[in-house]
């Protein structure tokens, strides 16, 4: 059976920095493209960032230049380094793994105080 897994999340003060970490098993995870999402209660789920198989990235507006997404084929994790965080980063961050079908881990909170 498929798992995605995150973990790393928790409580920030403003302008510290989280990293959270995705690891997958039952895939050939070098053939997916990875991406974390976010979502707050009562919105939509917005896309933060992604790294394809040939780590290449893109992020969204909101995170570029703070985050930063790697990927280590042999260790099956992505990783997304957050810094300078701000109150508005708080939501729950969930793990996307995209290829041959589509998996979605549980998420894991983040919540960065003012």
């Known amino acids: 059976q498929v798992q995605v897994v995150e973990s790393g999340g928790g409580l920030v003060q403003a302008g510290g920095s989280l990293r959270l970490s995705c690891t997958t098993s039952?895939?050939?995870?070098?053939?997916?493209?990875m991406s974390w999402w976010r979502q707050v209660p009562g919105k939509q789920r917005d896309l933060v960032a992604r790294?394809?198989?040939?780590?290449?990235?893109t992020y969204a507006d909101f995170v570029k230049g703070r985050f930063a997404i790697s990927r280590d084929n042999a260790k099956r994790t992505v990783t997304l380094d957050m810094s300078s965080l701000k109150p508005e980063d708080t939501a729950l961050y969930y793990c996307?793994?995209?290829?041959?079908?589509?998996?979605w881990g549980q998420g894991i909170q983040v919540t960065v105080s003012a």
């Open positions: 790294i394809n198989t040939m780590s290449s990235t």
């Open positions: 996307r793994a995209n290829g041959e079908k589509e998996y």
């Open positions: 039952e895939i050939i995870f070098s053939l997916y493209h």
